[in-house]
C-alpha cells in the first residue's frame, strides 16, 4: 500500500519569499506523483505531476516540484510567493495497480502575509 | 464545458436520515471517486468505479453506498446519516491511470459538497 505525508501543516511566508513544502511517499512499486492546489471554498486543481522521465517537474504558477527516488520525496517549491498563492496544498500519489485512485496527504496550509 | 458537477453544494441532515449527493461528468472520463475532506485528514478515498457497473471500496467506505449506471453520472448515497459525516464531499473523475495506456492519472475535481449531519 502507498501513503504520503506532507511534513507540514501550515507554512507562514512573506510576500515575494521563496517557499518549499514538503512531501514524502511511501510505495514498494512505481509511483506517480501529484500536487494540487485548493483555494478557500473551491475543489482542487492540478498544480503538477511527475510520471517518469525528468525528475524536475514545472507546472502551474510558477511551481516545480523535484521527484527524488531515493529520499522518496517530491517537494514543492516556489522562488517567489504573492499574496494569490495563499490556499492549500496536496501531495498525492498513484501507481500503475491504483487503478484511477490517488492517495491524498494531509494537506499543507500556505500563508502568504504581506 | 461544465467538467464534474456536484449537487447539491450544501446539505443539513439529521441523524438516521438518508440522502444522495449527485454527481455527473461530461468528459466522458472511465474514473470516477469520491472522496472526503476533513481538517487535517487531507482526502480520503470512500468508493471509485473504473467504468459503467463496476465499482469498489476505498479507504473510508462505511455508511456509503454508490453504483455507476452510465459513464457520466456515479451518486454517492448516504444510508442512515451520522454526526461523523459531516464533512465536504468531492466527487473526481480522470481519463485514464497514471502511467497507462490513455490519459495521466489527472483527476478533475468538482467544486464540492458540504453535509452537515445534527
Not at chain 2, 476505498?58 to 448516504?78: A, I, K, M
Request: with cysteine.
Amino acid at each position: 500500500a502507498q501513503s504520503v505525508t506532507q511534513l507540514d501543516s501550515q507554512v507562514p511566508v512573506f510576500e515575494e519569499a521563496p517557499v518549499e513544502l514538503r512531501c514524502n511517499y511511501s510505495s514498494s512499486v512505481s509511483v506517480y506523483l501529484f500536487w494540487y492546489v485548493q483555494y478557500p471554498n473551491q475543489g482542487l486543481q492540478l498544480l503538477l505531476k511527475y510520471l517518469s522521465g525528468s525528475t524536475l517537474v514545472k507546472g502551474i504558477n510558477g511551481f516545480e516540484a523535484e521527484f527524488n527516488k531515493s529520499q522518496t520525496s517530491f517537494h514543492l517549491r516556489k522562488p517567489s510567493v504573492h499574496i494569490s498563492d495563499t490556499a492549500e496544498y496536496f501531495c498525492a500519489v498513484s501507481t500503475s495497480s491504483n487503478t484511477g485512485k490517488l492517495i491524498f496527504g494531509q494537506g499543507t496550509t500556505l500563508q502568504v502575509k504581506p | 464545458n461544465a467538467g464534474v458537477t456536484q449537487t447539491p453544494k450544501f446539505q443539513v441532515l439529521k441523524t438516521g436520515q438518508s440522502m444522495t449527493l449527485q454527481c455527473a461528468q461530461d468528459m466522458n472520463h472511465e474514473y470516477m471517486s469520491w472522496y472526503r475532506q476533513d481538517p487535517g485528514m487531507g482526502l480520503r478515498l470512500i468508493h471509485y468505479s473504473v467504468g459503467a457497473g463496476i465499482t469498489d471500496q476505498g479507504e473510508v467506505p462505511n455508511g456509503y453506498n454508490v453504483s455507476r449506471s452510465t459513464t457520466e453520472d456515479f451518486p454517492l448515497r448516504l444510508l442512515s446519516a451520522a454526526p461523523s459525516q459531516t464533512s465536504v464531499y468531492f466527487c473526481a473523475s480522470s481519463y485514464g491511470v497514471a502511467g497507462g495506456l490513455r490519459g495521466t492519472g489527472e483527476l478533475f475535481f468538482g467544486e464540492g459538497s458540504r453535509l452537515t449531519v445534527l
